[in-house]
């Protein structure tokens, strides 16, 4: 039995999806947002309350581990351990082990107990997601034909996470993946210049980048309820990126390489969602 955590979000309803089209067997995690698939064991889980976790690992041999806030895994990462779960696939972020962001130091926190437990484990450890234009900028660019961002000219290999689903799930029902760590990128790294150009190309309609100071940034990301914490570690990741001081542009060939097929280009990622940004 696969245990899919974070199964109402972005990254694990696409992965439960394939799970589900492969028919493995699999128990969906859900907190708050309700699931969006029928057919589907489902159990509630808050990482905050202890209580609610052995029952949902009960007869679990994988656990696939993600959440929003990180420092909120670790309970858990216990909890599996102390359930007999075999192995734990953890979603991670690029150059956790190589970069000093915050977010990046929080999540390698997390690999390393991981790692203390004895359970298998691997390690997904994706660049930004594609999908932040959804979730984070999707409301700009259709009610105002903009993005704002303080990234700069920076150059990043976002990665499609229909792509870091995908991959998941080959790890999660595939042998020759224990004990490794995946840097995930996607084939190209761009500048957010060159997303509004794809972007205004695609929906045919101009969409500006509109670049923002540190400051009006972070203020920005809390007048939209952003948490005041989660607001300054996007702001130094930023800052480190415009600095040049990441390897947010670095490609990697790990997605081909699983998947047998290139990862998805942001072209591709913009015509596939253009009716959320407000196009045909
Ligand atoms: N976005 C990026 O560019 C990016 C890049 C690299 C790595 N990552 C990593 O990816 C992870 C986020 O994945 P995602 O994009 O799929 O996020 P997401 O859509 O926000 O999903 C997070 C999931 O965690 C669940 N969750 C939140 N608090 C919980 C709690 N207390 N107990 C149990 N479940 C809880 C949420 O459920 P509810 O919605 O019901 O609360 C949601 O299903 C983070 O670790 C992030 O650092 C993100």
Same mark, same amino acid.
């Given at each position: ?14 992965l439960?999806?394939?799970? #589900?089209?492969?028919?493995?067997? &699999? ?35 994988s ?17 599996? *351990?102390e ?11 690029f ?10 130091? +929080? ?48 150059? &990043?290999?976002r ?8 991959v998941?799930?080959?790890? +999660?029902?595939e042998?020759?993946?224990?004990? *490794?760590?995946?840097?995930?990128s ?5 500048t ?17 980048y509109?670049?923002?100071d540190d ?5 920005? +990301?809390i ?18 990126? *415009? ?6 542009? #670095?490609?990697?060939?790990? #997605?081909r ?24």
């Amino acid at each position: 039995m696969i245990l899919v955590t974070g199964a109402s979000g972005t990254i694990g309803s696409e992965l439960l999806r394939e799970l #589900v089209r492969k028919g493995e067997p &699999v128990r969906a995690a859900v907190h708050v947002r309700p699931l969006d698939a029928d057919g589907v064991e489902t159990c509630n889980i808050d990482y905050d309350r202890p209580e609610t976790l052995s029952p949902a690992l009960e007869g679990v041999d994988s656990l696939f581990l993600l959440s929003q806030q990180v420092t909120h895994e670790k309970p858990m990462v216990d909890a599996a *351990r102390e359930a007999g779960v075999r192995r734990i696939v953890y979603v991670s972020s690029f150059g956790a082990d190589r970069d000093t962001f915050i977010v990046g130091q +929080l999540h390698r926190e997390i690999e390393l107990r991981i790692q203390e437990t004895g359970m298998v484990w691997t390690f997904l450890r994706p660049n930004y997601l594609m999908q932040n234009f959804i979730t984070l900028m999707g409301h700009d660019i259709r009610n105002e034909d903009a993005f704002y961002d303080s990234i700069g000219d920076a150059r &990043v290999s976002r990665i499609d996470t229909r792509d870091v689903s995908h991959v998941a799930a080959r790890v +999660l029902t595939e042998s020759g993946h224990d004990n *490794r760590a995946y840097e995930l990128s996607g084939p190209e790294a761009i500048t957010h210049h060159h997303a509004a150009e794809v972007l205004s190309e695609v929906l045919g309609r101009r969409i500006r980048y509109v670049e923002l100071d540190d400051d009006s940034f972070r203020r920005r +990301l809390i007048a939209q309820g952003v948490p005041e914490d989660f607001a300054g570690f996007v702001e130094d990741v930023n800052r480190r990126n *415009r600095n040049g001081e990441t390897h947010d542009d #670095v490609i990697t060939d790990n #997605v081909r390489n699983i998947l047998g097929r290139e990862p998805t280009t942001f072209l591709r990622f913009c015509q596939d969602y253009a009716p959320t940004f407000g196009g045909r």
